[in-house]
């Protein structure tokens, strides 16, 4: 497991379903080769009384480093209402 920064910011779809899609950045400044070829990027999101831990996959070619900017967009299974930080960011992958 490394270490990683994240950012993130919502958007939304419609008026009427306000940060109803967040985009998520993952940020990694080492150079770890990793081994497998799925490497998993996990975060915590919270708006402070709304909050989800969120993992996204990422395929990759086994021996070469982890990458070092990754995006994702979801749709959250929680209703945030405020802005979106986010933290905890690791990277899980195959030593």
């Known amino acids: 497991m490394a270490a990683i920064s994240v950012s993130v910011s919502a958007t939304a779809l419609s008026e009427n379903s306000p940060n109803s899609v967040v985009d998520i950045t993952f940020n990694y400044t080492g150079t770890t080769e ?3 070829t799925v490497i998993y990027y996990g975060a915590l999101l919270s708006d402070g009384p709304n909050s989800e831990y969120v ?3 990422l395929t990759v070619t086994s021996g070469t480093d982890i990458p070092a900017d990754s995006e994702f967009a979801y749709t959250p ?3 945030f209402s405020g ?5 905890q960011g690791v990277v899980y992958y195959t030593a």
């Open 34 to 36: 990793q081994n497998g």
């Open 55 to 57: 993992l996204f996959p």
């Open 77 to 79: 299974t929680v209703t």
């Open 83 to 87: 802005t979106i930080n986010a933290s």
